[in-house]
Nanobody
């Protein structure tokens, strides 16, 4: 079982930056998929950045080039560096952990149902 604790959220003006952290406990962190999701008010929770055990990353188009997901295996910590923030990035941000699906060739995906462990979330608010 992996336990996840996010931190680093806050309020920032448009164009600013924030770095989210997710401290993970448990060995699953190293062998599985890790991802950041977000959920704005009135919206579905969506996956925005993912990283597999080899460090291969993926992003949705709306954050590509602005956000960077990374992890420090020595610290069991996942990060999300967010630059050039926009008001539409305002949301609760969650980190998640899960095993690669058996049908996926070892790859990680954004499907919410593929992630069994979730943090409590950290709020990011971007003002214009």
């Amino acid at each position: 079982q992996v336990q996840l604790v996010e931190s680093g959220g806050g309020s920032v003006q448009a164009g600013g930056s924030l770095r989210l952290s997710c401290a993970a406990s448990g060995s699953t962190y190293r062998s599985g998929c890790m991802a950041w999701f977000r959920q704005g008010t009135g919206y579905e929770r969506e996956g925005i950045a993912k990283i597999d055990r080899y460090g291969i990353t993926g992003y949705i188009d709306s954050v590509k080039g602005r956000f960077t997901i990374s992890k420090d295996n020595a610290k069991n910590t996942l990060y999300l560096q967010m630059n050039s923030l926009k008001p539409e990035d305002t949301a609760m941000y969650y980190c998640a952990a899960g095993a690669p699906p058996t049908w996926g060739g070892g790859n990680c995906y954004f499907g919410r149902q593929l992630y069994g462990q979730w943090g409590q979330g950290t709020q990011v608010t971007v003002s214009s």
